[in-house]
């Protein structure tokens, strides 16, 4: 789009929200109100004009690292990589970055996309110039916290996300398959081709494309998240075979099913260490306010049915879906822990290292990639959620934040998190093109040192 | 000067092209997308099929574009015209008009969001009073032409 089209399209959404189709103030409630266990759910709002606010990136001047609070330290791993969404951590402390991007977008089925491609478009990432879809290989030899030069271990991937490694084995969750690779320890470059253990559902149509994948603590199976392809069944029931749902991967024929569904776009999938079940992150349904649909993270049963799309938090029926089905929100349960409205939780990390304060000792570490459908953002932080006995057991604490700057701009976004051989917390940064690194520094803790 | 005379005194369109007035040559646009959504709203409320507000989506959206161009033709000839705006049929075509088009436009915004509620109840209610405008402000445009002469070249 030429500046003049694009000076004139901003006009006309000033003028829109003039008009108070998309007021500044979009009537929104506390966010702190929407975490736990009960959120308060409003009533459902539907728009001419959905409220819409992305961060402009701006990205990270040298010497600028978000903020963590008195006892922590954070430090750049690795910076100047091409956007990083995920991070795996392999046994000798090695730490594999997936940087990936967006399949081919969607086609093109109504105007809509047109106008929310651009206004996306807006928050561009700084991936958009670079190789990626790869797998880049950080090795800190000397200890210091910062990652020698990265080096690339993995390349010509399709949009992946999921990594995990079985043995010998390791598995790379591509949009459209988990391919299986060989691996020893100690490697820096895997050039053999990969071996395809299963196709998911990718293109045409990918709209929430990211696959997490984990393997059972036995490593058995694999468990792979595939998110929705639309926001609402508005591609068509047909486009959402074996999607919303986490699959359950055969690790030695291939073969899966589906293990839990409902589950718009389950993302993080990792296994709780005390209790032994499976756990996601979840981002919920847009555009029905900016306090709806509040995104949650969930123990994973076998079996169950979470809502999507014809219910959420259990049975609160979305009236954007037809044909209904009420013996499918019937059997709708409720998520466990809610993170609030639209803060889009990408990665999930139980701590049990040693490096951080006590404090966290217990609890799972979330990564908030950020809102664009309310006006007051939301997300775009790290938070720590207190765990008792394998269950959520207190309010959601700010860890790693400032990836905003004063005036609302991205500095960064964090994506995926993963704890690294000497038990630091590792961030991936999308749009800020780095991989932080907390460590209980300041000397607050000897584990600090490595 | 006879009565004949006054009835047949040509009222010129000033947006035109070698003497065709270019309004009556857009108007069908706006006009057969907006009946075409109605009808594209309706085969969504009856089978729920996603295919069908699509259609109502892009027929919305190029309705009211064509709508816009059609009616800034229209415009000029009513501006520059004061024998056009001598008509009380001219200003009863052009506020009707209006009215159908900001009725269309927060149609068309209706139309995106996503899935049922795109279309019902709202949406298709939308397209069913724009459908009953056309023919009421089309029959006031068609009497400046047929009774009025407006554009006519003799």
């Known amino acids: ?450 | 000067m006879t009565t004949q005379e006054v009835t047949t005194e040509r009222i010129s369109s000033t947006a035109q092209i070698a003497r065709h007035p270019i309004h009556p040559m857009l108007v069908p646009f706006p006009i057969v997308c907006f009946i075409g959504a109605l009808v594209t709203d309706i085969a969504y409320y009856a089978t729920a099929n996603i295919m069908w507000a699509d259609f109502s989506s892009w027929l919305l959206v190029i309705g009211v574009i064509m709508g816009i161009i059609a009616a800034a033709a229209g415009l000029i000839d009513f501006l520059s015209n004061r024998l056009i705006r001598a008509q009380p049929a001219a200003w009863a075509h052009l506020a009707g008009n209006l009215l159908m088009l900001v009725l269309a436009f927060f149609n068309a915004l209706i139309h995106q969001r996503d899935g049922w509620t795109s279309v019902v109840p709202v949406g298709l209610s939308l397209s069913i009073i724009v459908v009953l405008i056309l023919p009421v402000t089309g029959w006031l445009g068609w009497a400046l032409v047929y009774r009025h002469g407006v554009g006519v070249a003799r």
Not at chain 1, 94 to 100: K, Q, T
Not at chain 1, 148 to 170: K, W
Not at chain 1, 391 to 411: C, H, I, W, Y
Request: proline share 8%.
């Open chain 1, 1 to 450: 789009m030429t500046p003049q089209c694009s000076q004139f399209f901003r006009s006309a959404v000033l003028l829109t929200s003039l008009l108070g189709l998309a007021g500044c103030n979009d009537g929104s409630g506390d966010p702190k109100a929407q975490i736990g266990a009960n959120p308060t759910l409003p009533d459902v709002r539907q728009f001419l004009f959905p409220p819409m606010h992305i961060a402009h990136v701006v990205g990270w001047k040298k010497g600028e690292t978000p903020s963590v609070p008195k006892g922590l330290k954070i430090e750049a791993l690795a910076t100047g990589l091409q956007h990083p969404r995920m991070l795996y951590s392999l046994p000798n402390g090695d730490v594999l970055v997936v940087e990936s991007k967006a399949p081919q977008a969607d086609p093109v089925t109504r105007p809509k996309q047109i106008i929310m491609k651009y206004i996306e478009s807006w928050a561009t990432s700084g991936g958009d110039t670079g190789p990626s879809n790869r797998i880049t290989l950080l090795r800190d030899t000397n200890g210091d916290g910062v990652a020698d030069t990265p080096s690339v271990f993995l390349d010509h991937l399709n949009s992946p996300f999921g990594v995990v490694l079985v043995g010998n084995d390791l598995y790379v969750a591509n949009t459209d398959a988990i391919v299986k690779y060989p691996y020893k320890l100690g490697d820096t470059k895997i050039s053999a081709p990969g071996e395809t253990l299963t196709q998911l559902p990718g293109g045409p149509i990918d709209h929430h494309w990211t696959k997490s994948l984990t393997a059972s603590p036995d490593g058995s199976l694999l468990y792979v998240g595939v998110g929705s392809n639309s926001n609402i069944t508005e591609n068509g029931m047909e486009a959402e075979k074996n999607r919303a749902a986490i699959l359950e991967v055969d690790r030695a024929t291939g073969r899966s099913r589906i293990f839990a569904s409902g589950l718009r776009n389950p993302n993080g999938l990792t296994f709780e260490p005390q209790s032994g079940a499976l756990w996601a992150v979840v981002n919920e349904r847009d555009e029905i306010g900016p306090d709806l649909v509040p995104d949650y993270m969930t123990s994973v049963k076998d079996g169950a049915f979470y809502g999507w799309p014809y219910s959420y938090y259990g049975q609160h029926v979305d009236p954007r879906v037809q044909p209904q089905r009420p013996d499918l929100v019937a059997k709708a349960i409720p998520p466990d822990y809610a993170l609030s409205s639209h803060v889009a939780p990408l990665g999930l990390a139980f701590y049990t290292g040693t490096n951080l304060p006590e404090s966290y000792r217990n609890g799972a570490f979330v990564g908030e990639h950020g809102s664009w459908n309310r006006q007051q953002l939301n997300g775009y932080k790290v938070v720590f959620v207190p765990f008792n006995n394998g269950k959520p057991s207190g309010m959601a604490q700010d860890v790693v934040t400032g990836f905003l700057d004063g005036n609302n701009e991205a500095r960064g976004r964090p994506v995926g998190l993963a704890v690294d051989k000497s038990g630091a917390l590792l961030i991936a940064d999308d749009v800020g093109n780095t991989v932080w690194r907390v460590t209980g520094g300041g000397g607050t803790s000897p584990a600090a040192k490595l």
